[in-house]
């Protein structure tokens, strides 16, 4: 069996990890695992794990370590035979620690986006939450406003992008990733990507990808420069 490749994708809400991430998992075939899709998922459904996370989602806070990692392990554990790429977690130093323990990772992927293009972003993130389908009007937008392109259902946006709990979101952010970010810096397995345009990111992402993995890298529409 070929050797099993697993990834984590870090940055700010809106830095574009969700965007990337699936360009990765259809150009590389991991399988993807997001932090966010998962815990909403659970929220939509009144598990019982959502009922637990609801209220820290939806005041942009962050769930706690233990009720974190508990959730997230035995999702690995089911994916165990699989490549990866995590978005979302681990986000803090207790969650990287936690995962450490089970697996060694073998890249992480670091997004640094300035504040005013999150903020942008976010302002115009519009989702369709059975489907974790992401647009946004300028960038993506759907082929008829306010509608999924694949089930023409509504969409909608989060309360935890709006600018109140945003501020709050990136505070955290910057506080939690540090230590995280030194962690993978030190296991020499940390890459940083800087900038405004995820298309301009993305050829490099391609390419690193595509080394480490030994793969040739795809020639599909999203390797084109823009
Ligand atoms: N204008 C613009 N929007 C982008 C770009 N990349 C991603 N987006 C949009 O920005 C929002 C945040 O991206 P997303 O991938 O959800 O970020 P995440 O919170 O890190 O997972 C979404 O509405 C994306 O469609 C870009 O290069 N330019
Ligand atoms: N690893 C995590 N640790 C703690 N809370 C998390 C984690 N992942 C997601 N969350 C919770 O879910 C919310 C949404 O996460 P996510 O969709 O990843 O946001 P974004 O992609 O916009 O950064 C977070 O604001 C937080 O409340």
Do not use: C
Request: no cysteine; hydrophobic share 35%; net charge positive.
């Amino acid at each position: 069996m070929a050797k099993l490749f697993r990834a984590a994708i870090m940055g700010p809400p809106g830095s574009g990890k969700g965007t990337i991430s699936k360009r990765i998992a259809q150009s590389f075939g991991l399988q993807y695992l997001s932090s966010g899709h998962f815990l909403r998922d659970g929220i939509a459904a009144k598990t019982e794990a959502g009922l637990l996370v609801k209220s820290y989602v939806e005041k942009g806070m962050l769930v706690p370590d233990h009720v974190m990692t508990r959730l997230m392990l035995p999702k690995l554990e089911q994916l165990s035979s699989h490549s990866w790429l995590l978005d979302g977690f681990p986000r803090t130093l207790g969650q990287a620690q936690a995962l450490n323990s089970l697996y060694q990772l073998d890249l992480v992927i670091s997004l640094n986006i300035p504040y005013e293009t999150l903020r942008e972003r976010l302002s115009d993130r519009w989702i369709h939450p059975p489907s974790g389908r992401v647009y946004n009007m300028s960038f993506n937008p759907p082929r008829v406003q306010g509608k999924d392109d694949v089930t023409e259902e509504p969409l909608i946006q989060h309360d935890d992008d709006k600018p109140e709990a945003l501020m709050a979101r990136l505070r955290h952010y910057k506080d939690v990733a540090k230590p995280v970010i030194d962690l993978y810096k030190s296991q020499g397995i940390l890459h940083s990507f800087s900038g405004t345009e995820t298309d301009k990111i993305w050829p490099y992402i391609n390419s690193l990808l595509s080394t480490k993995m030994h793969i040739q890298p795809s020639h599909n529409r999203q390797t084109q420069t823009p």
